[in-house]
């Protein structure tokens, strides 16, 4: 009869040990979170022929490592300013994302490991035919690949000049 108890025991102490890891899985599994940045707070900038750039700051505040794919994706919604007017409808300009840490590689995405943060570049340039004294909504999105939603989402507001007026 004693040892029908150990076996029973430990029996036990396997399922809870099992439901304990699967409970810990299913948590990690749902956490799709990050947090997206712009260094130093320059999410502002003005566009003229040679274009501008945004350094971005993505953090996976899980703890696994993520796999985040970039998107952007423009805004009709008003981001003028006070001092610089919007004389007609946003404009949409070209968009590409660098790897800040290879030589500005071109990327679509990045992974970043658990509790760590990477950066990576935003180049904003203005294709030909662009009107002037216009602004650039765009909504800077970094996609987690596990679980295929927006994790995060930045905003970047771009002005682009009358070269004659400068």
Known sequence: MTT??????????LLVTLAVLLFSQATFAQD?????IAQNQKNVGTADEDGTAFTLELSNPTLRTKSYRFTATFSSTPCSTPN????GENVVLDVSFADTSF????????????????????DVQVPAGTPFNRWSC??????????????ATQLLRVFVPDPSEE
């Open 32 to 36: 799709c979170s990050a947090d997206l």
């Open 84 to 87: 610089k007017a919007n004389l």
């Open 103 to 122: 030589s500005s590689q071109v990327i679509t995405g990045m992974e970043v490991s658990p509790r760590q943060m990477k950066t990576f570049k935003v």
């Open 138 to 151: 765009i909504e800077i999105n970094a996609i987690d690949m596990e679980c295929g939603t927006v994790a």
């Open 4 to 13: 029908s108890h150990p076996s029973l025991a430990c029996r036990l102490r």
